[in-house]
């Protein structure tokens, strides 16, 4: 095929893939994500992630196939089981998605302070595209120049495998957000109240002298 029919053959599948894992990881996530909260979600997510990516790697050349196939062959790669590779697969997207893809956008905009919240939001979502950039770049350039790019596919795997088990003990220190407002999240509130307090015993002790000075004249 040429440059385009290729382009639309990727883009085709690249729109199937999205269309039944992706999206419905984030409509999940609308729907669920005030009932049964954002650290479940996210810890459940790693958790599937980290499980799904233990399959593919242990059984990759089974699930993926072998590039030794004839020259008539429809694909690069044949004798694999395909079917469980794409559930696999999906289920690691639908499980980002229904996972920490959303839950570190929204937990982050919830858990600052609000005098602190855009520049360490910014900190946070800078990190995150640091990794992702990893991936892209390093990850990728690392199995183009392997020798063996099946192998180098697996360490890549197991890498990611392990970024997910370390997301997975990580979120142990995020606090659950679910059904406290902004203020009481970020101690806001309670440094509110103790302000409030504050000026209240300063107002009586005033009055409170006042009231002595009056009563003696």
């Not at 959303?102 to 640091?130: Q, Y």
């Not at 192998?151 to 606090?175: D, E, Q, R, S």
Request: glycine content about 8%.
């Amino acid at each position: 095929m040429n440059a385009i029919e290729e382009v639309f053959q990727l883009s085709r599948a690249m729109f199937v893939v999205a269309l039944l894992t992706t999206v419905p990881g984030y409509w999940c996530t609308v729907f669920l994500i005030d009932k049964i909260g954002r650290f479940r979600i996210q810890l459940v997510g790693f958790l599937v992630m980290f499980a799904c990516m233990w399959f593919l790697e242990r059984k990759y050349r089974s699930f993926w196939g072998e590039s030794e196939c004839g020259k008539d062959a429809k694909y690069d790669y044949c004798k694999g089981n395909l079917i469980m590779f794409a559930i696999l697969f999906g289920l690691t997207l639908f499980f980002a998605n229904f996972g920490p893809n959303s839950t570190t956008f929204i937990v982050l905009a919830e858990l600052f302070p609000a005098r602190f919240r855009l520049t360490c939001h910014g900190i946070s979502a800078a990190a995150g595209k640091s990794g992702a950039i990893l991936g892209a770049f390093v990850v990728q350039s690392y199995i183009d120049s392997a020798h063996d790019k099946t192998k180098g596919i697996k360490k890549a795997i197991m890498a990611l495998l392990v970024v997910n088990l370390l997301g997975f003990f990580c979120t142990f220190l995020v606090p659950e957000t679910q059904g406290r407002s902004l203020e009481e999240i970020s101690g806001e509130e309670k440094e509110f109240e103790e302000n409030n307090t504050s000026s209240e015993v300063k107002n009586d002790e005033k009055e409170g002298t006042r009231n002595t000075s009056f009563e003696l004249k």
